[in-house]
């Protein structure tokens, strides 16, 4: 069993700057794939990044260059660093954990947070 915790979400305007955390219970956090997903509403979840035990990336095409994502594995902590931030951007965020390789599903992945809010204004 995992538990995740987001935070860090808020307001900010078209441009700036979030970074997102997301805290991990459990004793094999360094065994799972760790992904952040967004929800806008009326929208179906969506894959934004996702990094693996080794350190391994992958982003969505439409964060790519602009968000980044990382991992502490001795702190239990993944993060979502978000640079230049669009209206479009605008969505529940949510972090997950799957331990069936790094993959954009939603599906694939076990565990989920609550979500954090992060909208952008124009």
């Known amino acids: 069993q995992v538990h995740l915790v987001e935070s860090g979400g808020g307001l900010v305007q078209a441009g700036g700057s979030l970074k997102l955390s997301c805290t991990a219970s459990?004793?094999?956090?360094?065994?799972?794939?760790m992904g952040w997903f967004r929800q806008a509403p009326g929208k179906e979840r969506e894959f934004v990044a996702g990094?693996?035990?080794?350190?391994?990336?992958n982003y969505a095409d439409s964060v790519r260059g602009r968000f980044t994502i990382s991992r502490d594995n001795a702190k239990k902590m993944v993060y979502l660093q978000m640079n230049s931030l669009k209206p479009e951007d605008t969505a529940v965020y949510y972090c997950?954990?799957?331990?069936?390789?790094?993959?954009?599903?939603?599906?694939?992945?076990?565990?989920w947070g609550q979500g954090t809010q992060v909208t952008v204004s124009s």
């Open positions: 997950a954990c799957a331990s069936k390789g790094l993959r954009i599903s939603p599906a694939m992945y076990d565990y």
């Open positions: 459990g004793r094999t956090f360094s065994n799972y794939v």
């Open positions: 990094i693996n035990p080794t350190g391994g990336r």
